[in-house]
């Protein structure tokens, strides 16, 4: 299994709602990672959990709520949303959990949120 | 820090046609150096890599190669196909520091039949 799982693809959710973004791996990777991408936009990295801690908070705000039951999931935990949150979400792994990358990330295919 | 340079702006080209983006790179240390694919409604896919000077990461017809002394990591492919329209990402995973992937803004081609 080479692949990363993230579901769902597409996800509405009103501004009172709490919603969770689920994420799956099983390539036995050491650090797992969130990031949002806007549209025509680079991903930007939100939170990154290596040995399943979490090690770098990109200074996200609280309505955004990060969680790491096992190496396999990541969880994202989302509550009081804004539109300006509304983009893809992706997850990705990779096989070490710090220090220089010499594989390359596995990302997965996002899920597109849309609050309103 | 670390960043990485794209050129600016969309690229637009005919099937069969040369291709080249040019990616430079600032960095301590000696980071590994990435090309990721994004097809449209798709997640990011590494298409190549290198991981040290004068490495040259290839795949799908499409090639990089890894120079220090210009900090540049170009991405070239001989002939495009339609199917090859997409935005490329250039990105470096630092040596020095913790593993922040440094990506680039992205370059969106699209090729035409």
């Known amino acids: 299994d080479t692949e990363v799982t993230q579901t769902p693809k597409h996800l509405v959710m009103g501004m009172t709602n709490k919603k969770s973004l689920k994420c799956e791996q099983h390539?036995?990777?050491?650090?797992m990672y969130w990031y949002k991408q806007k549209a025509k936009k680079p991903p930007e990295l939100m939170f990154v959990?290596?040995?399943?801690?979490?090690?770098i908070n990109e200074s996200v705000p609280s309505r955004f709520s990060p969680e790491c039951p096992n190496s396999s999931l990541l969880n994202l935990h989302l509550h009081a949303l804004q539109p300006e949150d509304s983009a893809l979400y992706l997850c990705?792994?990779?096989?070490?959990?710090?220090?220089?990358?010499?594989?390359?990330?596995?990302f997965g295919s996002g899920t597109r949120l849309t609050v309103v | 820090g670390n960043s990485v340079t794209q050129m600016e702006g969309p690229v637009t080209l005919s099937e069969e046609a040369f291709l080249t983006i040019n990616c430079t790179y600032t960095?301590?240390?000696?980071?590994?150096l990435f090309w990721y694919v994004q097809y449209p409604g798709e997640g990011l896919q590494l298409l190549l890599k290198a991981t040290k000077a004068d490495d040259k990461g290839s795949n799908k017809g499409f090639e990089a190669t890894y120079r220090k002394e210009t900090t540049s990591f170009h991405l070239e492919k001989g002939s495009v196909q339609v199917s090859d329209s997409a935005v490329y990402f250039c990105a470096l995973s630092p040596s020095i520091g913790n593993n922040r992937l440094a990506f680039g803004k992205g370059n969106q081609v699209v090729v035409i039949p």
């Open positions: 990705a792994s990779s096989q070490e959990g710090g220090g220089r990358d010499d594989y390359g990330y596995t």
């Open positions: 960095a301590t240390g000696y980071p590994s």
């Open positions: 390539m036995g990777h050491r650090a």
């Open positions: 959990y290596s040995y399943e801690k979490l090690s």
